[in-house]
């Protein structure tokens, strides 16, 4: 496993050191301007964000099920990982805002779920964190919760009123566009699955090593 992670992350650093140049290259959009070319972060962080929300909640919900310690392992990473691209998506939003809309925040419909949905798996760390023996179990009830979000989340701009662009963005994005903003779609899916990866053998090895030292102290 160690060696598969030290090479999804050399991918992950290369295809990170070349996006720059690729999204210079790409036109800019008539109306925002060079601003908009957050977009090429922006978004492939959000989907990464739910990816990692659909992985603690899957993973939950198997352990809630089987019991399965794996499970739970692989459900605090994903839970960590839907927190950390989930920042970056809270960051870089605003700054792309700031120009489009003239505000740095706007309480329409998908940024507020998506900030409920944030705030959710920070829950989940927290609980995992301080809530005392047992607590795996509330907070595997909270990441269910979490993953259920993420539909709401991303039709939020087609059932609601909404500032938000539409989901039909990507899709009708020119291919002078679309070729940079894949690349960095991969870039951090590429980065997300090392990360999830090597985060859930370090829990392995940190509920090994909790497991040994009561062991001993028996």
């Known amino acids: 496993m160690n060696a598969l992670v030290s090479v999804l992350l050399g991918i992950a650093a290369v295809m990170f050191a070349g996006a720059p140049f690729l ?4 036109p800019q959009e008539s109306t925002m301007g060079l601003v908009q070319k957050i977009f090429y972060f922006h ?10 929300a659909f992985v603690c909640g899957v993973a939950s919900a198997v352990f809630l099920w089987r019991r399965r310690v794996t499970a739970d392992h692989v459900a605090l990473a994903g ?9 970056i998506v809270l960051v870089t939003g605003p700054l792309w805002a700031r120009k489009a809309w003239g505000v740095w925040w706007q309480w329409d419909a998908r940024l507020t779920i998506t900030l409920v949905m944030w705030m959710v798996f920070v829950a989940y760390l927290i609980l995992r964190r301080f809530g005392g023996p047992g607590s795996e179990v509330l907070a595997a009830a909270v990441g269910v919760f979490g993953m259920v979000l993420v539909p709401f989340v991303y039709l939020s701009v087609e059932l609601w009123r909404t500032v938000h662009p539409t989901t039909n963005v990507i899709r009708s994005l020119p291919p002078e566009m679309a070729w940079p903003f894949r690349w960095c779609v991969i870039a951090f899916v590429v980065l997300f699955g090392a990360l999830l990866l090597a985060r859930t053998r370090l829990e392995s090895l940190r509920a090994a090593l909790d497991r040994a030292y009561l062991a001993e102290e028996d």
């Open 23 to 26: 999204i210079d290259a790409a």
């Open 43 to 52: 978004v492939p962080a959000a989907m990464v964000t739910f990816a990692g």
């Open 79 to 87: 839970a960590e990982l839907a927190v950390l691209f989930g920042a």
